[in-house]
Nanobody, 119 residues
Framework: QVQLVESGGGLVQAGGSPRLSCALSGRTFSSYSMGWFLQAPGKEREFVAAINRSGGITNYADSVKGRFTISRDNAKNTVYLQMNGLKPEDTAVYYC????????????WGQGTQVTVSS
């Protein structure tokens, strides 16, 4: 059974650059492509970024392109989301997700980590 645990959230000042981490356990990490999603208060969950199994291909939501970077370390079973230039509207719960292919829906989800950006 795949388990995902996020960390790295918290209260951040506008313009800050936190890094979120998500550790996968229970299965071989390199067999899964990974993604980050966010859910802002009162809104539906939305896509942020994804990375393929080897780490060679990434894609981003337009809202974060140029500010956020997704990466992975297959030796550490961890995916990261480097967030730069945070804005108050980036405030949300950020979720890590995994899927066994480089496409399709994400099957496994973490519990989420809150990121609150103060102005």
């Amino acid at each position: 059974q795949v388990q995902l645990v996020e960390s790295g959230g918290g209260l951040v000042q506008a313009g800050g650059s936190p890094r979120l981490s998500c550790a996968l356990s229970g299965r071989t990490f390199s067999s899964y492509s990974m993604g980050w999603f966010l859910q802002a208060p009162g809104k539906e969950r939305e896509f942020v970024a994804a990375i393929n199994r080897s780490g060679g291909i990434t894609n981003y939501a337009d809202s974060v392109k140029g500010r956020f970077t997704i990466s992975r370390d297959n030796a550490k079973n961890t995916v990261y989301l480097q967030m730069n230039g945070l804005k108050p509207e980036d405030t949300a719960v950020y979720y890590c997700a995994a899927r066994p292919y480089n496409w399709g829906k994400f099957d496994y989800w973490g519990q989420g980590t809150q990121v609150t950006v103060s102005s």
